[in-house]
């Protein structure tokens, strides 16, 4: 789940339940324990607990099915086991690829170099912000695998020449996985070939990688600079060309675009018109495909936007916009406050606000709203030396975790919340475990939580429309 998330970025948490709805997994009449109601479940409803059991291992089947079976594939294609293809970085199954092929056919294998050299990536660009409407996104189909094959762009060291048919060959799977994902009808069978031409993607965009990992016996980092330079240079003359057609670049990310068609383009089969001559235009190999159509972009910085589907779903790509480091309630306003802007309801961004407030200041207030979790990415004996030595800061969830007398490692979890009052206070020192809150004595620290919830709020505030001063009287 964490890989395929990677690339996709959409998963709201990697719990099973979570992810089981996200994938349409979970079947409707699915049973829910929380975990402090799984003992009382044993005592006194063991049926239950066994229909959530078997929900679980269902879950848990139908995600192996749907992310672990690509990974089942690539075993069919490198010398490593299941569970060696799944933890091997992409670069090193690459090379074992070719090492094998070099030994089997009894050829010299260069030496590894460490020799390395910087040199400069894909072409960023945010050329407007807010709210625009209508979008189209573009994108070039595999762009650094497209540009080393119509280019012939390979390690100088490869000798034997096979770095690009077997490019050639992944490249092909990919493209038929991600078109069988658009002609499937079922959602389960989208979500399965979405899942098997990501990791293929991943894949095929790694030979690029590859070339420019200085560490394996067949890269080559002055091929990997020239790859680069050529995808600049193709995302440049799609601007180019979008513009000469009246279109309007919003968010440019190394190998897509997304735009507001001109005028012209007043229906679907416009923009995909407009998308095909875009891609005439370019040299043969380097296909560019309309990725995407949404109503409303919400351009808040680069690689920070969300987007507006036609059915009404909402995309929300980037940390700065959806991260799961932050209190659940301010993901709820964030997305909130995003569905407004994008349906041209922004007025009604200070209503939530208030009502925000309101379930904040509110007696009943439920502490899991308000509760961070964090994974220890560390032990805690490790961040205490850290700490001594003036390595690190202190942290709140390593603090509970030192001070709670049972053992935690490194990948552990720990919820807590802020007690005691005023907004300003340290959170390490006034933080308390999820599990020790006292419904009957609540010591949530409102101030703490509404300044945060304020300063959010402030960060969208050039989106919004400008409160009233007395000038405006």
Not at 151 to 177: D, H, I, N, T, V
Not at 245 to 258: F, H, L, M, N, Q
Request: aromatic residues 12%; hydrophobic residues 40%.
């Amino acid at each position: 789940m964490q890989l395929y998330d990677l690339s996709q970025r959409n998963l709201e948490s990697y719990g099973l339940k979570t992810v089981a709805r996200h994938f349409g997994l979970a079947a409707e009449e699915r049973t829910y324990l929380e975990g402090g109601d799984i003992s009382a479940a044993f005592r006194d409803d063991p049926e239950r607990l066994y229909r959530y059991n078997l929900d679980d291992a269902r879950e848990t089947m139908g995600l192996f099915r749907l992310l672990g079976y690509p990974w089942f594939l690539q075993t069919r294609i490198f010398p490593y086991s299941f569970q060696n293809c799944v933890i091997r970085g992409n670069a090193t199954r690459i090379n074992a690829l070719f090492l094998r092929e070099y030994l089997h056919r009894g050829h010299a294998i260069p030496a590894r170099t460490s020799e390395s050299a910087p040199f400069e990536g894909g072409y960023t660009e945010q050329s407007r912000e807010g709210i625009i409407s209508p979008i189209v996104h573009c994108d070039v189909a595999s762009l650094y695998p497209s540009l080393m094959l119509t280019y012939a762009l390979a390690p100088a060291k490869e000798s034997l020449g096979l770095f690009l048919p077997m490019l050639a060959e992944l490249r092909r799977f990919r493209l038929k996985a991600k078109q069988m994902a658009r002609e499937a009808e079922a959602e389960a069978e989208q979500h399965y070939y979405d899942a098997l031409q990501q990791v293929f993607k991943v894949l095929i965009n790694s030979f690029y990688g590859y070339l420019g990992a200085a560490l394996h016996n067949f890269s080559d980092p002055a091929a990997a600079a020239e790859v680069t330079r050529l995808g600049r240079v193709t995302i440049k003359n799609m601007i180019d060309l979008l513009k000469s057609e009246g279109a309007r670049p919003v968010e440019v990310d190394t190998d897509g675009i997304y735009f507001q068609p001109p005028d012209s383009c007043r229906t679907m089969n416009d923009e995909y018109a407009l998308v095909q001559r875009i891609s005439q235009a370019l040299p043969e190999g380097i296909e560019v495909e309309l990725d995407g159509r949404y109503r409303s972009m919400f351009a808040y910085k680069t690689k920070n936007y969300a987007l507006l589907e036609y059915d009404g779903r909402i995309i929300i790509k980037g940390s700065g916009l959806r991260s799961r480091g932050v209190e659940r309630y301010l993901r709820d306003f964030t997305g909130e406050l995003i569905r407004l802007l994008l349906t041209g309801k922004a007025a009604a961004v200070e209503r939530l606000y208030a009502e925000y407030l309101v379930r904040l200041r509110s007696r009943e207030l439920d502490v899991a709203w308000v509760a961070r979790s964090e994974t220890l990415n560390e032990s805690p004996e490790v961040y205490r030396e850290k700490v001594r030595l003036g390595a690190r800061n202190r942290s709140a969830a390593f603090e509970i975790a030192l001070s709670s007398g049972r053992v935690y490692r490194a990948g552990d979890h720990v919820s807590y919340y802020v007690s005691g009052s005023g907004k300003d206070v340290t959170a390490y020192e006034q933080s308390r475990p999820l599990s020790a809150f006292d419904p009957a004595h609540p010591d949530v620290n409102v101030p703490y939580y509404v300044e945060k919830l304020r300063n959010l709020k402030k960060r969208f505030a050039s989106f919004l429309p400008r409160e009233p001063t007395l000038f405006d009287l």
